[in-house]
């Protein structure tokens, strides 16, 4: 079990620009979460995906962020145009059951200039 | 939506001492988990709950559903310095929602 991946660990990116982010969840898993935390806040849900297809987007999450999961793998979450209220940790998780345990990952940290 | 709170937000505890913090669902859940996240880590599933009044322990840690499963709690037991770090109940089916946490210091 090599456990969730996530890459990069820590992105700077000035106010404006795209950024991309990448999850690499434990393979026997066909579902795939993407989360985002602040400090001192809890995760906060973005998406789901079981296999390919994204299953639910939260209604908090812009049309600035787009995520995808093209072959039921590895998944990457874009951010166009960031902004500053962007910045936080960006959370990976699988889970191989509906409802079950979500394994995370380390997170990737956002900071925006 | 869902929503879940907890209390307190912060605990600090003399080391080898109790304590216990709550979560409470807006909503009846179909299942309570709970996380451990250490200081620049990644939560870190402890365990589920799924029955009305369901307990489990691990060690020092007891955890309870409530009869209503729409609340919930973790009371650590002799508390030790690994104790630290923040304590996260989430609710939900496929989506789970997370409380804000418990940040949990010990002192020696």
Not at chain 2, 52 to 67: D, H, N
Not at chain 2, 75 to 103: E, M, N, P, R
Request: charged fraction near 20%; include cysteine.
């Amino acid at each position: 079990d090599t456990g969730v991946s996530q890459d990069p660990r820590h992105k700077i990116t000035k106010r404006g620009q795209n950024v991309t982010f990448r999850c690499d969840p434990i393979s026997e898993h066909n579902r795939l979460y993407w989360y985002r935390q602040t400090l001192g806040q809890g995760p906060e849900f973005l998406t789901y995906f079981q296999n390919e297809a994204q299953l639910e987007k939260s209604r908090l999450l812009s049309d600035r962020f787009s995520a995808e999961r093209p072959k039921g793998s590895f998944s990457t979450l874009e951010i166009q145009r960031t902004e500053q209220g962007d910045s936080a940790m960006y959370l990976c998780a699988s889970s191989p059951l509906q409802g079950g345990p979500l394994h995370f990952g380390n997170g990737t940290r956002l900071t925006v200039t | 939506g869902q929503q879940v709170m907890q209390i307190p937000q912060y605990q600090h505890v003399q080391e080898g001492e109790d304590f216990t913090t709550y979560c409470n669902s807006s909503t009846t859940l179909s299942n309570i988990q709970w996380y451990k996240q250490r200081p620049g880590g990644h939560p870190v599933f402890l365990i589920q709950l799924v029955k009305s009044g369901e307990v489990k322990k691990q060690k020092r840690l007891t955890f309870q559903f409530g009869e209503a499963k729409k609340n919930s709690s973790l009371h650590i037991t002799a508390t030790q310095t690994t104790d630290v770090g923040t304590y996260f109940c989430a609710g939900g089916d496929y989506k789970l929602s997370f409380g804000a946490g418990t940040t949990v210091t010990v002192r020696a």
